[in-house]
Nanobody, 116 residues
């Protein structure tokens, strides 16, 4: 597994979770890291992304509630999720959209379930 995601689980609405995605330095270094999610019956969608320089972008649905960050020493990207809502329930995937050698990478997904 090139990207190892963890941290999912069940939480009540209003709660918080932190997802982690670890990978190799070769894949991590210098590349955009992102999180996507896919809810049941819906298409996979971008949640947040972060460049190697730390610039971030968020889906409108999570702005102000989620925060993406990266630890370059640990080759790990994080997604801190707060004020969770039932509509945040989904499988969350770590994704590297491009690399210098032309490949992209998906993590295996981690399930987040938010109950009302």
């Amino acid at each position: 597994v090139q990207l190892q995601a963890s941290g999912g689980g069940g939480v009540q609405a209003g709660g918080s979770l932190r997802l982690s995605c670890a990978t190799s330095g070769r894949i991590f270094s210098g590349n955009i890291m992102s999180w996507y999610r896919q809810a049941p019956g819906k298409q996979r969608e971008l949640v947040a992304a972060i460049t190697s320089g730390g610039s971030t972008t968020y889906a409108d649905a999570v702005k102000g509630r989620f925060s993406i960050s990266r630890d370059n020493a640990k080759n790990t990207v994080y997604l801190q999720m707060g004020t969770l809502k039932p509509e945040d329930t989904a499988v969350y995937y770590c994704y590297v959209p491009s690399t210098a050698w032309g490949r992209s990478y998906w993590g295996q997904g981690t399930l987040v379930t938010v109950s009302s």
